[in-house]
């Protein structure tokens, strides 16, 4: 855990990953890197403390994080599965044009 916050206990970590989780589900307009570095901050771990955990490299998670890389999906889903999510395809339903019936 990032050195910049006191140890906290299990229970406070538990509710810091559910925070971070529907705090990224309740934003889908953030871009990934966005979603990424907010979960990381949230849970409170420090880039290096995120690759290590996520089994990406430092530098990888960093360059997704200040969006020099788009990072692939594998990439990805390794990153946001420290939380149990990952990336995937939905329908979007677009409203019909005026006049469309």
């Known amino acids: ?4 916050y006191k ?7 538990l509710d810091l990953r559910r925070e971070a989780i529907e705090s990224v589900l ?3 307009e953030w871009s990934l890197p ?9 849970i409170r771990l420090t880039t290096a403390e ?3 955990l996520s089994g990406v490299s430092h530098r990888t998670l960093q360059d997704i ?5 788009e990072g692939s999906v594998q990439t990805m889903n390794r990153i946001f599965g420290v939380l149990g999510l990952r990336l995937g395809v939905c ?4 409203p019909p044009l005026d ?3």
């Open 65 to 69: 994080e200040q969006e020099r890389s």
């Open 91 to 94: 329908r979007i339903i677009v």
């Open 1 to 4: 855990m990032d050195k910049r």
């Open 7 to 13: 140890s906290i206990s299990a229970s406070e970590q």
């Open 26 to 28: 309740a934003h889908p």
């Open 34 to 42: 966005q979603a990424i570095r907010h979960m990381r901050r949230t």
């Open 50 to 52: 995120m690759a290590k």
């Open 99 to 101: 006049g469309d019936s």
